[in-house]
């Protein structure tokens, strides 16, 4: 089992940043890869960024250039967020697969760009 905590979401001004935490507990051995979903209302979740085992990161096409994902220590992965659009407006998920390929998900944290 991994549980996933997410923090760090609130409301931003166009053009503005935020970081999201995600902290990560349990048996975290078998990791194939770990990163950022979001879902805006309406809409379907689709993939922010991702961290595979090798390290490696995949952004989505609209994020590229101004998010960046990392991961801090064993326990933590982090998604920097810079330039930030209304259309970035979302629930962020924070997401783990291990090597079974079975998912875990945090309970999401909010996103909210508006002047």
């Known amino acids: 089992q991994v549980q996933l905590v997410e923090s760090g979401g609130g409301l931003v001004q166009p053009g503005g940043s935020l970081r999201l935490s995600c902290a990560m507990s349990g048996y975290m051995f078998n990791m194939y890869k770990l990163g950022w979903y979001r879902q805006a209302s309406g809409k379907q979740r689709e993939l922010v960024a991702s961290i595979t085992g090798g390290g490696n990161p995949t952004y989505a096409d609209s994020v590229k250039g101004r998010f960046t994902i990392s991961r801090d220590n064993k326990n933590t992965v982090s998604l920097q967020m810079s330039s930030l659009k209304p259309e970035d407006t979302a629930v962020y998920y924070c997401?783990?697969?291990?090597?079974?390929?079975?998912?875990?998900w945090g309970q999401g944290t909010q996103v909210t760009v508006s002047s």
């Open positions: 997401h783990f697969m291990d090597g079974s390929y079975f998912n875990y």
